[in-house]
């Protein structure tokens, strides 16, 4: 009997959803559709440079099913690139992760990191180090839930 499935977990929907050639019309172009986790995969393992165990944590699989992803993932990229053929990402059975707001003191710039990433060293804009957790962020903001603690 199989394994039943488990829902992946990534960090974010992409800024956009199809890749192309450039100079050529998206109607005459051939599609490969990578998936959400897929992306996610390629995210963890070739731009943060995780290692599958690591990675596969993140996602909530197992290390050999992450390898699996990868491994396709990498596959419908490279065949995408070499025959010219446009990449549409979508579909998967996937699950957002909760994400954590943070802010620099000096240049005010807002980012978010997935939960279990650890606190990031410095500000993605200005190398600052002073940072905190954005003021909507923080738990004493959320009206209505669990204990008080801190303001009021």
């Known amino acids: 009997m199989p394994r039943p499935f488990c829902c992946r ?15 050529v019309p998206l109607s005459a172009l051939e599609e490969i559709c990578l998936t959400l986790d897929e992306l996610e995969s390629l995210r963890l393992a070739d731009m943060e440079g995780l290692y599958h165990e690591a990675a596969a944590q993140r996602m909530n699989v197992s290390r050999q099913t992450f390898g699996r992803i990868i491994e396709s993932a990498r596959r419908k990229t490279a065949k995408a690139l070499v025959e010219g053929k446009a990449i549409r990402i979508e579909g998967g059975e996937v699950v957002m992760a909760n994400m954590r707001k943070f802010q620099c003191s000096e240049c005010q710039h807002v980012w978010e990191l997935p939960h279990g990433t650890g606190r990031p060293a410095e500000c993605p804009a200005c190398q600052s180090k002073n940072i905190h957790r954005a003021e909507e962020d923080r738990g004493y903001a959320r009206a209505g839930r669990g204990c008080r603690r801190g303001r009021y």
Do not use: L, S
């Open 9 to 23: 977990r990534i960090a974010g929907a992409p800024p956009c959803v199809v890749f192309k050639p450039a100079g």
